[in-house]
T-cell receptor
């Protein structure tokens, strides 16, 4: 069991640049989630996939954000035209769906984004 | 929408002391999850609770799913230095997180 992995672990970018993060879930898990966490707060839900289908998106996910899970395995989260307010830790989690939204989720180590 | 209140916000304790923290929700939850997060890392699942009244242990950690389904608590017995970190409760129909309890252990 290799757990959930995320790359890169850290990303520093200039405002206006595009960034892309990758998440590799636990291999048998069919659900994949993206969260954003800012300092002093708990993780905030952004979006989730069941297999390759994106089933829900939070209102936090502006049109500059896009997520994909093309083959139902790894996922990417892209932020276009980054803003300083996008600076945060971006967390990925995966779960094995047994029914209902609150499947037990296992988190990756996160990607810390700093927008200068 | 659903809201979680987690308390206390932070705790300063002596090594060896027991710790108790809790979460309350504005609505009924069908799942409660407790996570620990170390600096620069993702949350690690400690305990998952699925039934009202359920009491589950994981080593020195014990968590309970409140009978009203609107609260949960986490206890840590005989704290040790590696217990330092932020503890989050999470749950709900669409999982939401509390703001965390920061545990500090005094030397």
């Amino acid at each position: 069991d290799t757990g959930v992995s995320q790359n890169p672990r850290h990303k520093i970018t200039k405002r206006g640049q595009n960034v892309t993060f990758r998440c590799d879930p636990i291999s048998e898990h069919n659900r994949l989630y993206w969260y954003r966490q800012t300092l002093g707060q708990g993780p905030e839900f952004l979006t989730y996939f069941q297999n390759e289908a994106q089933l829900e998106k939070s209102r936090l996910l502006s049109d500059r954000f896009s997520a994909e899970r093309p083959k139902g395995s790894f996922s990417t989260l892209e932020i276009q035209r980054t803003e300083q307010g996008d600076s945060a830790m971006y967390l990925c989690a995966s779960s094995l769906a047994t029914g209902g939204f609150t499947d037990t989720q296992y988190f990756g180590p996160g990607t810390r984004l700093t927008v200068l | 929408g659903q809201q979680l209140n987690q308390s206390p916000q932070s705790m300063f304790i002596q090594e060896g002391e027991d710790v108790s923290m809790n979460c309350t929700s504005s609505s009924i939850f069908n799942t409660w999850l407790w996570y620990k997060q170390d600096p620069g890392e993702g949350p690690v699942l400690l305990i998952a609770l699925y039934k009202a009244g359920e009491l589950t242990s994981n080593g020195r950690l014990t968590a309970q799913f409140g009978i009203t389904r609107k609260d949960s608590f986490l206890n840590i017995s005989a704290s040790i230095p590696s217990d330092v970190g932020i503890y989050f409760c999470a749950g709900g129909n669409k999982i939401i997180f509390g703001k965390g309890t920061r545990l500090h252990i005094l030397p």
